[in-house]
């Protein structure tokens, strides 16, 4: 089944730290680069973190600094490393191909940062 499924997600208060994870499945994982999106209530799904299938990565203003991507190709995870949370930060969190979608979207993960 070519899906990927996001876990992590929680309440945590503003400062906090959380890790997502995301397994999905090997054969398009290993060919692709992959990124975390979120999607806020009534807002747009964003791409937020992006990292090449060689290790290169691409954030957005909003988390740069905060946020750390990272991805084990061996296991064909992905992670999504956030420090320092904001109230800002909180969104229902997916995790996918990068910039094109190849997987079909998940449930995700929510986070939320109370202030």
């Known amino acids: 089944q070519v899906q990927s499924v996001e876990s992590g997600g929680g309440l945590v208060q503003a400062g906090g730290s959380l890790r997502l994870s995301c397994a999905a499945s090997g054969s398009i994982f290993r060919r692709y680069a992959m990124g975390w999106y979120r999607q806020a209530a009534g807002k747009q799904r964003d791409l937020v973190a992006q990292i090449t299938t060689g290790g290169s990565t691409n954030y957005a203003d909003s988390v740069k600094g905060r946020f750390t991507i990272s991805r084990d190709n061996t296991d064909n995870m992905l992670y999504l490393q956030m420090n320092s949370l904001k109230p800002e930060d909180t969104a229902v969190y997916f995790c996918?191909?990068?910039?094109?979608?190849?997987?079909?979207w998940g449930q995700g993960t929510q986070v939320t940062v109370s202030s």
């Open positions: 996918n191909t990068a910039p094109n979608i190849h997987y079909f």
